[in-house]
C-alpha cells in the first residue's frame, strides 16, 4: 500500500513539475516585455525571447513572405486563372451596371467634385480637336512624298481615268454649244471688232473692205474645232500630269482648307458631348448597350492580366514588401505581438502544457517504481 502511494505521490509532484515548467517557458516567450535589474545587475532571461528578438524575428518573417508565400510566381499564377479573371469580371460588370443604375450624378459632375479646375467640355472638346490635327499631320507626313497615283488606290485612279474622257467632252460639248449660240457668236465678233481696233492702219483698212460678220461665218467653225480640241487635250495632258505629280501642294492646300474648316465647330455640331456629359448617369441605360460592357470588361480584365503578368517581378521589386512587412512586425508593441501569436497558436500551446504534465507523470511513475524497488 505505501508503494502504491509513493508511486501516486511521484506521479503526481512530477506531473505538476513539468505542467509548471512548460507553462513557465511559454510565458518566457513574452515575459517580460522589458529587461530587468536588481539593482545595477541586469537579471537573465529579460525581456523575454520574443520582445529580445523582436527586430530578427520581423526581418526573418520578411523574407518568409516574400520568398515563400507572396511570390512572384504564385501571384502569377493566381492573376492568369481563368477561373480567378472570370470572378473578376462578374464583380466588374455587376459593380457598373450597379452604378449606371443608381448614380443620379452627371458626368461633368463627378468630374467636377474630383478637381474644380476641370471644364470637362472643353477638355473633350480640345482633345477631340487635337487628335484630329495629329491624325491628319502623320497621315500627310508620311505620305507626303508619294505622287496621287501611288497615295490614291488603284481602282480608284483607274475609274477617274475613264471618267476623264467622258467628263472633258461634256464640258467640251457645253462649250462648243455656246461658242455656236447667238450669244457666244457676239462674244466673239466683239472679240474679233477689238483686235481690229487695236491693229495699224493698214489692218483697219482692210477691214472696210471685209465685214467681220463675213469673216466670223468663214472661220468660226474652224476657231471652235480648234479650240475644243486644244483644251481637250490639255485637260487630258493635265489629268495624265496630276496622277505622277507630289502630293506635297495638294497635303499643304488640305492644311489650309482644315484649319479653315473649323473642326471644333463641327465636332460639336456632329457629336453633341455637351448634352451627354451633363445628363444623370443613370439615364444612360436607354442607349448604352450591355454587350459593350460585357466586352470592355473581358477585354480589360484579360489585358490586365497580361500586363500584370509581365511587370509584376518588377512591381513587387519596386515596392520591397520585405522590408514592409519588417517594419509593420517592428512596429508592434510586444502585447500585440504576444496578443497575435497566442492566438494563432493557442491550440497548440495548451498541448505543449499538458504534455509537460503527462511526461513529468510518466517520469514520476518510472521514478515511483524505482524507489519502491530499492526500498
Given at each position: 500500500?505505501?508503494?502504491?502511494?509513493?508511486?501516486?505521490?511521484?506521479?503526481?509532484?512530477?506531473?505538476?513539475?513539468?505542467?509548471?515548467?512548460?507553462?513557465?517557458?511559454?510565458?518566457?516567450?513574452?515575459?517580460?516585455?522589458?529587461?530587468?535589474?536588481?539593482?545595477?545587475?541586469?537579471?537573465?532571461?529579460?525581456?523575454?525571447?520574443?520582445?529580445?528578438?523582436?527586430?530578427?524575428?520581423?526581418?526573418?518573417?520578411?523574407?518568409?513572405?516574400?520568398?515563400?508565400?507572396?511570390?512572384?510566381?504564385?501571384?502569377?499564377?493566381?492573376?492568369?486563372?481563368?477561373?480567378?479573371?472570370?470572378?473578376?469580371?462578374?464583380?466588374?460588370?455587376?459593380?457598373?451596371?450597379?452604378?449606371?443604375?443608381?448614380?443620379?450624378?452627371?458626368?461633368?459632375?463627378?468630374?467636377?467634385?474630383?478637381?474644380?479646375?476641370?471644364?470637362?467640355?472643353?477638355?473633350?472638346?480640345?482633345?477631340?480637336?487635337?487628335?484630329?490635327?495629329?491624325?491628319?499631320?502623320?497621315?500627310?507626313?508620311?505620305?507626303?512624298?508619294?505622287?496621287?497615283?501611288?497615295?490614291?488606290?488603284?481602282?480608284?485612279?483607274?475609274?477617274?481615268?475613264?471618267?476623264?474622257?467622258?467628263?472633258?467632252?461634256?464640258?467640251?460639248?457645253?462649250?462648243?454649244?455656246?461658242?455656236?449660240?447667238?450669244?457666244?457668236?457676239?462674244?466673239?465678233?466683239?472679240?474679233?471688232?477689238?483686235?481690229?481696233?487695236?491693229?495699224?492702219?493698214?489692218?483697219?483698212?482692210?477691214?472696210?473692205?471685209?465685214?467681220?460678220?463675213?469673216?466670223?461665218?468663214?472661220?468660226?467653225?474652224?476657231?471652235?474645232?480648234?479650240?475644243?480640241?486644244?483644251?481637250?487635250?490639255?485637260?487630258?495632258?493635265?489629268?495624265?500630269?496630276?496622277?505622277?505629280?507630289?502630293?506635297?501642294?495638294?497635303?499643304?492646300?488640305?492644311?489650309?482648307?482644315?484649319?479653315?474648316?473649323?473642326?471644333?465647330?463641327?465636332?460639336?455640331?456632329?457629336?453633341?458631348?455637351?448634352?451627354?456629359?451633363?445628363?444623370?448617369?443613370n439615364e444612360w441605360n436607354t442607349f448604352i448597350n450591355p454587350q459593350w460592357i460585357e466586352r470592355i470588361v473581358t477585354a480589360s480584365v484579360s489585358k490586365s492580366s497580361s500586363v500584370l503578368q509581365r511587370k509584376l517581378p518588377s512591381m513587387l521589386e519596386f515596392l520591397n514588401l520585405e522590408e514592409v512587412v519588417a517594419e509593420q512586425v517592428n512596429a508592434f508593441s510586444v502585447e500585440r505581438l504576444e496578443a497575435i501569436v497566442l492566438d494563432i497558436s493557442r491550440r497548440e500551446f495548451r498541448m505543449i502544457k499538458y504534455l509537460g504534465g503527462v511526461l513529468g507523470a510518466v517520469i514520476g511513475l518510472v521514478q515511483g517504481i524505482v524507489l519502491v524497488m530499492l526500498i
Open positions: 500500500m505505501n508503494g502504491v502511494i509513493i508511486i501516486l505521490f511521484s506521479m503526481t509532484l512530477a506531473g505538476i513539475i513539468g505542467l509548471v515548467t512548460n507553462i513557465i517557458a511559454i510565458s518566457m516567450l513574452f515575459r517580460p516585455y522589458k529587461t530587468l535589474y536588481i539593482g545595477k545587475k541586469k537579471v537573465p532571461l529579460t525581456p523575454g525571447l520574443i520582445p529580445k528578438r523582436q527586430k530578427e524575428i520581423a526581418e526573418h518573417l520578411g523574407k518568409v513572405v516574400m520568398n515563400h508565400l507572396l511570390t512572384a510566381d504564385g501571384l502569377e499564377h493566381k492573376f492568369t486563372n481563368p477561373a480567378f479573371q472570370q470572378e473578376v469580371s462578374n464583380w466588374a460588370k455587376d459593380s457598373i451596371h450597379k452604378w449606371l443604375q443608381t448614380e443620379e450624378r452627371s458626368i461633368a459632375t463627378l468630374v467636377q467634385e474630383y478637381d474644380s479646375s476641370i471644364e470637362l467640355e472643353e477638355w473633350v472638346y480640345t482633345k477631340l480637336e487635337t487628335i484630329v490635327h495629329e491624325r491628319v499631320n502623320d497621315w500627310l507626313e508620311q505620305n507626303r512624298h508619294l505622287t496621287l497615283a501611288e497615295l490614291l488606290p488603284e481602282e480608284v485612279t483607274k475609274g477617274a481615268h475613264e471618267k476623264v474622257p467622258v467628263v472633258t467632252e461634256w464640258a467640251f460639248e457645253r462649250l462648243e454649244s455656246y461658242l455656236n449660240s447667238d450669244e457666244g457668236r457676239a462674244q466673239f465678233l466683239r472679240v474679233v471688232r477689238q483686235f481690229l481696233e487695236r491693229q495699224g492702219s493698214f489692218v483697219q483698212m482692210l477691214g472696210s473692205f471685209v465685214k467681220p460678220d463675213r469673216i466670223i461665218e468663214r472661220l468660226y467653225p474652224e476657231v471652235v474645232r480648234a479650240m475644243t480640241l486644244v483644251i481637250y487635250a490639255s485637260g487630258l495632258r493635265r489629268c495624265s500630269q496630276s496622277r505622277n505629280r507630289q502630293t506635297s501642294p495638294f497635303m499643304t492646300g488640305i492644311m489650309k482648307m482644315l484649319k479653315a474648316f473649323r473642326i471644333r465647330l463641327r465636332i460639336r455640331n456632329r457629336l453633341p458631348f455637351d448634352k451627354l456629359i451633363h445628363r444623370p448617369v
